[in-house]
């Protein structure tokens, strides 16, 4: 599902394995061998520098770190219902999603912009077009987050700062 190379010289990576029968695991994996670093029920994952960021649980609601160099896991905050991958800010304080409700085709809700403050486990949300819109994030620097349209009805690539308010947007 996620994968990081760990090393200069390519020879270790941090993988997160994905199962359609058994539990998620993220392994830190070198030539000879394979560490389990997690395992648990997560529906996303971003793997980083120090730490993976995975959507844990049912529907991915907990956003839970993982270091890849103990495999400690804490959770940080509750997410939206199926909140997609999270992207760490530069410095790691910030992530950032998107969430799509796909539980409920009859009255879809739109989708939604998904901030987490990693230190404090607040959560903001905004507005993010409508139903069914898939993004990317990234981030301009440690306060602009860009999200990229991935399908749906968003068709712009949008800038927002920490309070979640646009601030730009382009073709």
């Not at 190379?5 to 390519?10: E, I, T």
């Not at 020879?11 to 392994?27: H, I, P």
């Amino acid at each position: 599902a996620s994968i990081r190379c760990l090393s200069r010289d390519g020879l270790a990576a941090a993988v997160l394995v994905s199962s359609e029968v058994g539990s998620e695991r993220l392994l830190a994996v070198g030539p000879s061998s394979s560490r389990l670093l997690w395992r648990g029920q997560a529906t996303e994952g971003t793997i980083g520098q120090r730490r993976a960021y995975l959507c844990g649980g049912k529907n991915g609601r907990t956003a839970v770190a993982v270091s890849l160099g103990s495999g400690a896991a804490r959770a940080i905050a509750r997410l939206p219902r199926f909140t997609g991958p999270l992207t760490a800010s530069p410095g790691g304080r910030y992530l950032a999603g998107f969430a799509v409700d796909w539980s409920d085709f009859t009255d879809p809700q739109p989708s939604r912009v998904v901030l987490v403050d990693a230190q404090t486990g607040a959560v903001r949300t905004a507005p993010l077009g409508g139903p069914y819109v898939t993004a990317k994030t990234l981030w301009l620097r440690h306060d602009r987050l860009v999200v990229v349209p991935g399908g749906g009805e968003l068709d712009r690539v949008r800038v927002f700062d920490l309070s979640l308010r646009e601030r730009g947007e382009g073709e």
